[in-house]
């Protein structure tokens, strides 16, 4: 039996100021590292020792995770980050106000864009890759996804990292974003397309998976 744990990074100064935000790569407030504190404490409570740490490749996840790794005291953990992990990309929307979005466009479209499968934001025109994705090639950063595209970039790592760990015996502990860590509860928990708008992940809330030797779930707690 081996055990995950996930956790969404602390509030963002974007979660704070109402931003889309996406791949923009936007700090912790205040807020949210006093969040990563105390989520690290309650996983602290559970006495699990993991045996790697998996998180994005952007700094609110990142800090996120160094908070937890302290307070847990297991900073010498085998760190693994990759874009996979980061937040779903909100395309041109990226950076704007979401309440001055819905002015224009209306309520029910930002919902639809934010909380759908299968809806994809308004794209950007182009994107200038950034040096940070340099070593998984080139044209990583998309120029819009769904949380359907989300879903289908994280699961190869979920196959190919993760899973193999967890099925190894080795507890995993897993910092990212809401987009994409509703994107592995939909296949967690078996979530229907038409119902992942219903999930919703809180800053820095962590979520227990316990597994049998097949990676079924046994239990799930939210610490």
């Known amino acids: 039996m081996a055990t995950l744990v996930i956790l969404r990074h602390g509030e963002s100064v974007a979660n704070r100021d109402n931003i889309f ?15 990563a504190w105390s989520a690290g404490n309650l996983v602290a409570e559970t006495g699990i020792q993991f045996a790697a740490l998996h998180t994005s490749m952007l700094q609110r996840a990142i800090v996120t ?3 937890i790794l302290e307070a847990i005291d297991q900073l010498y953990l085998p760190e693994y980050k990759s874009w996979r992990l980061n937040e779903r990309h909100y395309g041109a929307l990226r950076g704007k106000n979401k309440a001055a979005v ?4 209306g309520v029910a479209q930002v919902k639809i864009w934010r909380r759908s499968f299968e809806t994809v934001p308004p794209l950007l025109d182009h994107v200038t890759q950034d040096r940070r994705y340099d070593q998984f090639g080139p044209h990583v950063e998309p120029l819009g996804e769904s949380l359907e595209m989300a879903y289908h970039r994280l699961m190869p790592y979920w196959e190919d990292e993760i899973a193999p760990r967890l099925l190894a015996g080795d507890n995993q502990l897993v910092v990212a974003h809401g987009s994409t860590l509703r994107a592995l509860i939909k296949y967690l928990d078996h979530v229907a397309d038409a119902d992942i708008s219903q999930v919703e992940v809180a800053n820095g809330e962590p979520i227990r998976y316990d597994f049998d030797d097949r990676l079924n779930v046994l239990r799930k707690t939210v610490l």
């Open 21 to 35: 935000t996406g791949w923009s790569d936007v700090p912790l407030t205040a807020k949210g590292r006093a969040q």
């Open 65 to 67: 995770s160094h908070i």
């Open 102 to 105: 819905q002015e224009v466009v």
